[in-house]
């Protein structure tokens, strides 16, 4: 080749760069900008919020794992709410209207988060194909978090979510031969995971959007 056709081949391939160029910025010129949409749940609005330690069953050890990765989702979500740490409350279960009034008037608090974690393990799975003569067999950790924002000055029940989610913790695979894979999640790995997705599930509410209209 040439050197005139070498230079002609590079301007060649210079254009097409520059005219894919051109259309991809114009494709995204001629997209009307993404929309800022509030969360739904403000937390601006209320002057001094709570939270106590989430509930857990008996079998459970996330309650307060659940509520350390909650308050860190409220302050990604909303720099720079204040936010009062509890404790837990007595008792278990469900917290009664005058007990959340009384609390929220001692510590001067305009609203409380509460919640509840359960986690069980569900019973294996096995799976048999004896024109392959092989077998599977898997067990799944199970995780459910409901989230309450309790109004101070009544007791009552302003927002509420509910997340519920599973995670395999052993899978194996075999055949006559014998085992061709084993697959394990620690315990402890697991519920890290169930609880970082259960509060990101139940905290949508709490994080403002852009959405392409």
């Known amino acids: 080749m040439t050197r005139a056709r070498e230079l002609r081949a590079t301007r060649f391939g210079a254009s097409l760069s520059l005219c894919a160029a051109l259309a991809f910025f114009a494709s995204c010129a001629s ?49 720079g709410t204040p936010v009062l740490e509890l404790g837990p409350l007595a008792g278990r279960g469900k917290v009664a209207p005058e007990a959340i009034r009384e609390l929220a008037a001692r510590e001067h608090l305009s609203a409380i988060f509460v919640g509840e974690v359960s ?10 194909d ?23 000055a009544s007791g009552a029940t302003v927002w509420s979510a509910t997340s519920e989610r599973s995670i395999p913790v052993v899978a194996l695979d075999g055949s006559l031969r014998g085992l061709s894979s084993v697959r394990t999640t620690p315990a402890d ?7 970082r997705d259960l509060v990101s599930d139940v905290t949508f509410d709490l994080r403002p959007q852009w959405v392409q209209r």
Not at 50 to 61: H, L, N, T, V
Not at 119 to 128: G, I, N, Q, T, Y
């Open 31 to 79: 997209r009307p900008p993404a929309e800022y949409v509030p969360p739904r749940l403000d937390l601006a609005r209320y002057e001094a919020l709570g939270i106590a330690e989430f509930s857990a069953d008996r079998k459970s050890e996330l309650g307060g794992l659940a509520t350390e990765e909650f308050v860190a989702s409220v302050h990604a979500a909303q720099p």
């Open 130 to 152: 004896p024109s392959y003569g092989t077998a599977s067999a898997s067990a799944e950790r199970k995780a459910k978090i409901t989230v309450r924002l309790l109004d101070g």
């Open 119 to 128: 986690e069980s393990e569900s019973k294996p799975r096995v799976a048999f």
């Open 189 to 195: 790995e697991a519920r890290a995971i169930l609880v």
